[in-house]
Antibody
């Protein structure tokens, strides 16, 4: 059974960089696409971006200038960096696996989510 | 930019059929999937590729997609189905979510 676990600081100061890691267990990170998705408190889901195990990425245009997603296949994990954060970036951040490769896929496995608060 | 529109809320009586819509321009030409999210939990995939149910999802969950609207249907709705539901599709190689629908079973 594939499991995903997000980790990282729960509190980030405004203008600084949010960094999270998703550790994949129970399966290989290879041959799949992986995404980061966030959900502000009391609001809906917002896709941040995805990475293929080869390192190929694609980002939400609204966040593209501030986002970097990377992968470390040797550690079976992938990471998110979001710079110049503001209070609007406060959210539960989820990592998730794409069910199929490429365009049109859904997310079949999700992490439990981690709340990141942006505050001084 | 492409948008997916869902009604904010839907109410249904126990045992009845609930229908949740998701609308977008020519949505029927795209694959749509649906997630169920209960308070404090991660989203759970309940329908993918318009009509398919993942293993373990009850048969009372079904989906359709035609024209500009995709629909999630829950037949014989149970109290445990009360949750937020989100549709999801792709456009121009990016992932889109609908705004979510709160299903109340009363």
């Amino acid at each position: 059974q594939v499991q995903l676990q997000e980790s990282g600081p729960g509190l980030v100061k405004p203008s600084e960089t949010l960094s999270l890691t998703c550790i994949v267990s129970g399966g290989s990170i290879s041959s799949y696409y992986w995404s980061w998705i966030r959900q502000p408190p009391g609001k809906g889901l917002e896709w941040i971006g995805y990475i293929y195990y080869t390192g190929s990425t694609n980002y939400n245009p609204s966040l593209k200038s501030r986002v970097t997603i990377s992968v470390d296949t040797s550690k079976n994990q992938f990471s998110l960096r979001l710079n110049s954060v503001t209070a609007a970036d406060t959210a539960v951040y989820y990592c998730a696996r794409h069910q199929e490769a490429g365009y049109g896929s859904s997310f079949d496995y999700w992490g439990q989510g981690t709340l990141v608060t942006v505050s001084s | 930019s492409y948008e997916l529109t869902q009604p904010p809320s839907v109410s249904v009586s126990p045992g009845q059929t609930a229908s949740i819509s998701c609308s977008g321009d020519k949505l029927g030409n795209k694959y749509t999937c649906w997630y169920q999210q209960k308070p404090g939990q991660s989203p759970l995939l309940v329908i993918y590729q318009d009509t398919k149910r993942p293993s373990g999802i009850p048969e009372r969950f079904s989906g359709s997609n035609s024209g500009n609207t995709a629909t999630l249907t829950i037949s014989g709705t149970q109290a445990m189905d009360e949750a937020d539901y989100y549709c999801q599709a792709w456009d121009s190689a990016t992932v889109l979510f609908g705004g979510g629908t709160k299903l109340t079973v009363l």
